[in-house]
Each structure stands twice: as C-alpha cells, then as structure tokens.
C-alpha cells in the first residue's frame, strides 16, 4: 500500500547514506502477503463471475444480461455502505463479496425467471414485469430477510473471533440487502425493455433440456413420494441421522494455520545462561536453517524477541536467555512445507540442554498454545509435583509435541546470608550489602559515551570478572559503614546459591502453573486436548484446594463456539418469526424450516469427504446455509399456497408448485454453487471449509427439500384438510 511505498522510498535514501561495508537488507513486508492473498481473491472472484454467468444460460442471454445487471449495482451500493459503516477492504471482506456473489444473484434470478414465464405466457412486457414482480415480492423480501437474519447475529459474537470475523457478515448483509433493492426495482424495468415476447414458450435449447429432465426424472419421484409419504419422510431422516455420527468423526477446530512462508524459531536456554551460552545456540539454529534449500532468508535476534510482524504474536521480552530468528520460505506449498517444519523440529530437538521450538501463525485470536492445562493451587512444591506428572503424561500422548513446563528446572538465585546483627554492629546500613552486591555483579551506568558518528553508548562499571562471575569474588567487596569506614562483605555474610521456581504466576488471584504443548503435523487438535485431558484425569490425584482447567485452544473455542450457539438458535427463531408473519401459520413456517437438517446432512459429508473439521469458519458457513436454504424452501411453499387460494386442489397444487419453482431454486443454487467453487478450490484453510460447507448443504438441500418439503407440506395439510371435514 501506500505505508510501504513511502516506507521503501525513505529506505532507498536512507540507504544511500550509509558508511562503506554497512549494507541495509530489506527483510519483510507484510504489505506482499496481503497484496499476494488480495490477489488470489480477486482472481477467484472473477472465476466466480464466469461460472456464475455460465448457470445463467438456461434463462436465454437477453435474461442472463438482465440478472448480470445486478452483480455490479448491488457491489457498488454494497462497497458504499461498509465505507459508511467504517470497515476497510480487507481478505475477510473480500471473502464476503465472493460469498454474497453467489447470493445477491438470487433475487433477480427468481424475479426475471418469473417474468420471462409471464412473457411465455402471452402478457405484454410492462404487464409481465408487475404482475410477475408482484407475484413474487413478498416471498423474495421473505427469502432475502431469512438470509440476512442467518447472518445478522455473527456481529454480536464475543471475543477476539467475533472482532476478527466481524467484516465478512457485514459485507455480507450490505450486499444482499443492496441485491434485494436492485431486483425489486431495476431488474423489473429492465426486464420490461430487454426480454423478448416472440421467444419460445419452451424456452431456449438449454431450458428445455432443464425441463424436460425435471419432467422426466422429478416429477414421477415427487408423485410417489406424495403416494407415500411416510416412507419418504423416513428415508430422508435416515439420511439425516447419519450427521451425528460424522460430527464426532470430523472433529472441531478453531482457527486454521495462516498458511504464510514466515515462521519463528524461539530459543529458550536456562534462567541465568550467559548470553554468550545462547548465542551458540542461536548460530546452530541459523547454520542448520542454511543447510535448508527452501528457506530464503533469516532475522536473527539474541537477547530478545523478533519485532512483531504477525497480528497475534506479541515480542518477547530482552533477557540473556532467550533468541529468536524470524525466517521464510519460497513459499507456502501445502504438500511440501509442513514437511520442511517437521524436519526442522526433528533437528532442533537433538540440541541437548536447550529449547528450540518453531513456530507457524495461526489466524484467529492470540492464544498461549494450542493445548495448555493450568493447574492451581498455593504450595509450590506441591504443583511443581503435579506440573511433572503433567508433563510426563502430555509427552505421552499422541499428537503433543514441545510440552513445556515453566518449573521443570528451578532458578539458581544468590542469598547474600547477611547477618544483621553482625552488620549492625559493625555499622553497615541496611539494604547496603544488595546494593554494593549488585553494582559488583550487574554494573551502573556511570556516563554515556558518544562516537564520532552520533551513536550513544552506556558506560557501565562493575567488578572486573570476566567471563563469569564468581562467588568468592564477593568476599573481598567492601561495604560502606555509618562511620564513614568499610566493613569487608565476607565478615557480615556467607553468599550461597540456592534454588527456586523459574517462576510463579496467577490465574483468578491463585498460584497457577501451565503446561503447554504444540500439535504435531496431521493431528487434530481438539482430539490431541480430549485425549490429553482424559489420561490427565486418570493420572493426577489432585489435593484438596488444587484445580485443572483447560486453556488454549479449548478455552478460545469454547468460548468462540458458545457465542456461536446462540448466533444459531437467534437466527432459526428469527426466521421462524418471518416466515410466521409471511404465512400466518406457524405449522406452514414449520414446514420451510424443516430443510435445515437436509442442508446440514451435506455440509458435515462434505467436510468430512474433504477432511476438514468444523472449524469456526465452516460452522458460519452452516449459519449461512440455514438462511440459503430456507431462502429456497419459501419460493415452493409461497407458490404452492398462491395455487390453493386460486382454487388448485392441495395434492395439484402441491406437484405443480414443485414442477415450477424447482427451475429457479435449481438455479439459486447452483449460481450460489459455482459462486463459491475457486473459495473451495483456493485450498484455504481459513475460507475453503466455509465454502465447501455452503456447497455441500446446497447440494442435498437443492435434492432432499424438493421431496421433504412438498410431502412435509401434504402431510401437515392434508391432517388439517381432514380435521375441517370432520
């Protein structure tokens, strides 16, 4: 953007100041990530257009046009309102245009569709349009407002996923909402001008092959359904039953990798290790990433954190124990570069005495680590107990891998031994003896110096030790007395070194330790924590006053996937709401709603033939469905109940309403189909289980709802039909 542009134009000039034999490397701009990710979306956008203009064929071109009319105008007044609202254009948002382009289709389709069968019919084109728009007015703004009621709670969801997801739904309802006021509006004029009255009543080549094959093959199924409807309606519950079991097979998940070619590799050396000792480590690290043909470059850091360069992962504090180096590859190849890191771990976990641990970025909210197991309780000998066991039944499980536990290895402290009363005695302030200790040992900064270049540089003064600092050293340090003499510090006291926790913290206002542990390559890790946790709780016997809880990825998704709970049970009672105000019956509203378990039978069988889990994204997409799916179930049951007002017996009413609306849910459907097929293909973990979620419902939704619907319907109306006779 144009942050980096300045920023790399005020390098160029900086770069031209620099002194012989220094050399400015420019490492990392993550403006190239989002403009490469950017990309990629924009050209599955485009691919989406194609396919979209593609399903549109069977409606003739002169009424593909009118339809592809509204993709623009409904962008545009969608890309207005998420400026008004304040949101930027990023890959979430990006992500929403290329879900809703499958979406905002679908009012202009069903309204042109039902003007080029009122233009087959006979009517003029003005006459066609109103009639044929008011026809369907009122079950488009139902289908529109369920949809957009199916995304409208995913912007109060809590916490960091809500905030991070927030753009997509927004995107999402700006789009559809515009998409509603085109098509009852715009699409109606222009189809008035541009659809022709002298075309054949069958339709062209393409819609008479569409349906003739619903004639053939729909309608012989729809009319033995009708004939037994029981049967039916037990054959689609046995499919729908067999979701449960897949849930269980598929597994949960929060947020996927990031998939970018920049990793981290912390490394972490003993409390009190020189930093001369981390430094080898450090140069290990980057000699065996120069053995690694795929890996482009390297920023090493000694003594502290890497810069932030990832929104989630915050720098690590300076300390003599501690490097990291900040490295990347080519570039993220799903086949080949989780294999890369695997090698790279194997090595690194041979260095002996030293934690090395490479890191991937995580979309999503940050999280200390994908499994963490927080143990409380106030005596420290107690819960380094338990932390041990922990971490021996963590190394223990399938899957873990980097298990870490803060008080493996306790701190080497120095007790100066300071006899007070001797030191009294001898006239020794107190507090004095530390204080002369640490100037001996850690220095002060007495002056500053400055070179001949401008740069700063602190002028410490402390003992002349070396390498090392030794212990005997300090008997000979003279500590000032009240008197105005010097009492020797090996008179007053015995310096010893003894052991303590690394270190202690607090959860909720109690001592807390937390084990953490990574994920191996191709584990799930919501079955890697309920594994770990099983044997937890077979292996520790905690005292009375002593806690486990879970954090990490458990405690983020429970509390993603909670808010997620009720985003679902608000947006099913919301729709019920509009359909109970469209139909006046709340039976008849039972009957549209009764497709979600179809649409939910084949995004979970879609995921799992694709082997993904139900990530946070995919259940938005499940969210989504609901809505979509309803959307469709409304056009047959709006359509089937015009029919019996005209006076259609129910069982005609019901087969001919099926015969009709099935070519513009067909249609619906796949465009929203297609619309999100280069999402599925992106092989992206982050939209790609949103997308294949979405199709997968579509697909049985679009077949299954075409028969539960209609004998749902016939069942329900026909126990009312014949209550009213008796």
């Not at 420019?26 to 190239?32: D, K």
């Not at 450090?282 to 000699?287: G, I, N, Q």
Request: a neutral charge; aromatic letters at 6%; glycine letters at 10%.
């Amino acid at each position: 953007g144009k942050i980096t542009a300045g920023v790399e134009a005020q390098l160029a000039e900086f770069e031209k100041t620099l002194p012989g034999g220094v050399k400015l490397e420019r490492g990392f701009f993550q403006a190239r990530n989002v403009e490469h990710r950017l990309g990629n979306l924009f050209r599955d956008f485009g691919i989406a257009l194609g396919l979209v203009l593609i399903t549109l064929l069977p409606l003739g071109l002169r009424a593909s046009g009118v339809v592809m009319v509204s993709i623009p105008l409904s962008l545009l007044i969608g890309l207005a309102l998420l400026q008004i609202l304040g949101f930027t254009v990023n890959q979430l948002s990006i992500a929403g245009f290329v879900l809703s382009l499958g979406l905002l289709v679908d009012d202009s389709i069903v309204v042109t569709e039902n003007i080029a069968r009122h233009l087959r019919m006979g009517l003029d084109r003005t006459t066609a349009a109103i009639q044929a728009t008011r026809q369907i007015s009122l079950a488009v703004i139902g289908c529109t407002a369920t949809l957009m009621l199916a995304f409208l709670p995913l912007l109060a969801l809590p916490g960091g996923a809500g905030s991070y997801i927030r753009s997509l739904p927004v995107t999402v309802l700006c789009t559809v909402g515009a998409s509603l006021l085109v098509s009852l509006t715009i699409i109606p004029f222009l189809a008035s001008r541009m659809l022709s009255r002298h075309e054949d009543p069958e339709g062209n080549v393409i819609l008479r092959a569409v349906n003739g094959a619903i004639h053939r093959f729909y309608s012989p199924i729809l009319h033995g359904a009708l004939a037994r409807p029981w049967l039916a309606m037990g054959i689609v519950a046995a499919i729908c039953a067999t979701t449960v079991p897949m849930l269980g097979a598929i597994g949960s998940s929060l947020f996927p990798p990031a998939e970018t070619p920049q990793f981290l590799i912390r490394i972490e050396t003993p409390e009190g290790t020189s930093m001369s000792r981390t430094d080898g480590a450090l140069r290990y690290v980057e000699a065996r990433l120069a053995r690694e043909p795929d890996v482009r470059w390297t920023a090493a850091n000694l003594g502290r954190g890497n810069p932030q360069i990832f929104y989630n992962q915050s720098q690590g504090q300076p300390r003599s124990s501690y490097a990291e180096v900040f490295a990347s590859v080519d570039a993220w190849k799903p086949d080949r570069t989780p294999a890369i890191f695997d090698r790279l771990r194997k090595d690194f976990a041979a260095y002996p005495g030293i934690r090395i641990t490479l890191i991937t970025f995580v979309n999503g909210p940050p999280v200390e680590a994908p499994i963490a197991v927080r143990i409380s309780g106030e005596d420290m000998g107690v819960l380094k107990a338990l932390a041990a066991r922990a971490e021996q039944t963590l190394k223990a499980t399938p899957g873990a891998r980097d298990v870490n536990n803060p008080l493996s290895v306790d701190r080497t402290d120095l007790n100066l031994g300071v006899d007070e009363g001797k030191a009294a005695a001898m006239g020794v302030a107190a507090g004095a003896p530390r204080r002369l200790a640490r100037l001996a040992l850690s220095g002060e900064e007495t002056a500053r110096f400055r070179d001949p270049d401008g740069d700063d540089y602190a002028v410490r003064v402390r003992l002349p030790m070396g390498e090392r600092n030794e212990l005997s050293a300090l008997k000979d340090i003279y500590v000032p007395t009240t008197n105005g003499e010097a009492a020797q510090l090996g008179a007053i006291s015995t310096p010893r070194f003894q052991s303590s926790p690394a270190r202690i913290t607090r959860y909720d206002r109690v001592r807390t330790v937390t084990v953490t542990s990574e994920v191996q390559t191709g584990f799930l890790t919501s079955a890697v924590t309920a594994d770990a946790s099983a044997r937890l709780e077979k292996v520790l016997d905690l005292p009375p006053g002593y806690s486990l809880s879970l954090g990490g990825q458990a405690e983020a998704q429970s509390e993603s996937f909670s808010g997620l709970g009720a985003a679902i049970l608000i947006a099913i009672f919301g729709i019920l709401a509009v359909l109970v105000l469209e139909f006046g019956k709340f039976k008849t509203a039972l009957v549209v709603a009764g497709v979600i378990p179809l649409g939910l039978f084949g995004a979970v069988a879609a995921l799992w033939l694709t082997g993904n889990s139900l990530s946070f994204t995919a259940t938005i997409g499940l969210i989504a469905l609901i809505g979509i799916e309803v959307k469709n179930s409304i056009l047959l049951v709006d359509f089937t109940e015009q029919l019996r007002r005209q006076g259609v017996p129910l069982r005609d009413a019901i087969e001919k309403a099926g015969e009709v609306r099935f070519l513009p849910v067909l249609l619906t459907s796949v465009t929203a189909i297609f619309g999100l097929l280069p999402l599925a293909l992106e092989r992206s973990g982050l939209y790609s289980p949103l997308a294949i979620a979405i199709m997968g419902g579509l697909v049985t939704s679009t077949f299954l709802s075409r028969v539960a619907t209609p004998v749902t319907y016939w069942l329900i109306s026909r126990g009312e039909r014949d209550a009213a006779t008796a």
